[in-house]
């Protein structure tokens, strides 16, 4: 997944989208550990998608953070 498709969606969505791969994970790890994985590029790719959603939920976190600090001071 690239990462300009992650900014494209909303925080919802990206809320959703991370608790799935999150449990999608799970069950890679799993399927790994008992040998039933055969893709295990699966397990990489999965972490660093969840690690982009979390980049952009954080800079958007922070964004409205700042947003509210400063349009206090107006």
Request: hydrophobic share 30%; net charge positive.
């Amino acid at each position: 997944m690239k990462a300009s498709d992650i900014r494209e969606r909303d925080v919802e969505a990206l809320k959703e989208l991370r608790d799935s791969l999150k449990k999608d994970l799970f069950g890679y790890r799993m399927k790994n550990h008992t040998s039933q994985l055969d893709d295990t590029s699966l397990l990489r790719k999965t972490k660093k998608d969840l690690a982009r959603i979390e980049l952009v939920l954080h800079e958007r976190l922070l964004k409205t953070q700042s947003d509210k600090q400063t349009g206090g001071d107006a």
